[in-house]
């Protein structure tokens, strides 16, 4: 499976921004499909994630309300809306996947859950 990310760039904060990923290749009929943040000189974090099995999403707290993913179950898509950003947003946001869904929520925050990873994609967001 290839992830192909899109969007990103830099936004005043308050503004929005749009990610986009696509995974390619082989495709599993249960693919989750989610994103990863990283910030200069911090650890990789949990973003949000779509399920595709009943589209379920779950977000870090640090983003819900704020944060919107969706997926489009037949085009292995998964699109991240992001508004409300604040200069913390700013970092390289990764598109990452996995064929199956996990047996506990709590697992999603996990990055070595995750088969599959594309290449980052940058989010500046000024004061």
């Known amino acids: 499976v290839q992830l192909q990310a899109s969007g990103g760039g830099l936004v005043q904060a308050g503004g929005s921004l749009s990610l986009s990923c696509a995974a390619s290749?082989?495709?599993?009929?249960?693919?989750?499909m989610g994103w990863f943040r990283q910030a200069t000189g911090k650890e990789r974090e949990f973003v949000a994630v779509?399920?595709?099995?009943?589209?379920?999403?779950i977000y870090a707290d640090s983003v819900k309300g704020r944060f919107t993913i969706s997926g489009d179950r037949a085009k292995n898509t998964v699109s991240l809306e992001m508004n409300s950003l604040k200069p913390e947003d700013t970092a390289v946001y990764y598109c990452?996947?996995?064929?199956?869904?996990?047996?506990?929520?709590?697992?999603?925050?996990?990055?070595?859950?995750?088969?599959?990873w594309g290449q980052g994609t940058l989010v500046t967001v000024s004061s």
């Open positions: 779509f399920i595709r099995r009943g589209g379920r999403t």
């Open positions: 290749g082989e495709t599993f009929n249960e693919i989750v």
């Open positions: 990452t996947a996995r064929a199956r869904p996990l047996a506990g929520s709590w697992y999603y925050y996990d990055s070595s859950m995750y088969t599959w």
